[in-house]
T-cell receptor
């Protein structure tokens, strides 16, 4: 069974640009989560989508946004990039709503903002 | 007080010994708890989940949960050099229908020495 996939693996942008990151969940999973892991910091929750709806949002500015498509894949958009947005962006998926659902991570997209 | 606290380490144990990793959390209503292993430069890999007080064993790994003390631990028996990684404790706070997300500790770095 294929795991969570993310693209691209690496992304280099300059300040002020926009970045788009993509994620495909494990087959059968309807929930997609986005996390940011900046150097020296822990994993920070960004966004959670389930069945096409945004279910919860972490403490990040509105320039971090995303969506979930009918096939449950998801996209994270970061507008007006800042240097501190440089981080590993991780996508995870789970079977759906419920606090007992295990989340499985993809390999991540490393975003570098110059 | 951080929501999920872990000793950053490094925790150094000799090969074959038991490694004990600890985690405390602040939300008394938390219902589900997870341990992830993260190798340097890689994404987190789920190794254990636990939902009820007591012990849960899976191979060389044992997760222990004490909700009264708001404490969760991971024991690794017969530690191997390949176990050298950062171990992340993750907690799903009390589920309110739309608030389900994982809160991560900053991780404990484990070094298994020959």
């Amino acid at each position: 069974e294929a795991g969570v996939t993310q693209s691209p693996t690496h992304l280099i942008k300059t300040r002020g640009q926009q970045a788009t990151l993509r994620c495909s969940p494990i087959s059968g999973h309807t929930s997609v989560y986005w996390y940011q892991q900046a150097l020296g910091l822990g994993l920070q929750f960004l966004l959670w989508y389930d069945e096409g709806e945004e279910r919860n949002r972490g403490n990040f500015p509105p320039r971090f946004s995303g969506r979930q498509f009918p096939n449950y894949s998801s996209e994270l958009n970061v507008n007006a990039l800042e240097l501190e947005d440089s981080a590993l962006y991780l996508c995870a998926s789970s079977e759906g709503l419920g606090e007992y659902n295990e989340q499985f991570f993809g390999p991540g997209t490393r975003l570098t903002v110059l | 007080q951080k929501e999920v606290e872990q000793n950053s380490g490094p925790l150094s144990v000799p090969e074959g010994a038991i490694a004990s990793l600890n985690c405390t959390y602040s939300d008394r209503g938390s219902q589900s708890f997870f341990w992830y292993r993260q190798y340097s430069g890689k994404s987190p890999e789920l190794i254990m989940s636990i939902y009820s007080n007591g012990d849960k064993e899976d191979g060389r790994f044992t997760a222990q949960l004490n909700k009264a003390s708001q404490y969760v631990s991971l024991l690794i028996r017969d530690s191997q050099p390949s176990d050298s990684a950062t171990y992340l404790c993750a907690v799903n706070p009390a589920y309110t229908g739309t608030a389900s997300k994982l809160t991560f500790g900053t991780g404990t770095r484990l070094q298994v020495t020959l």
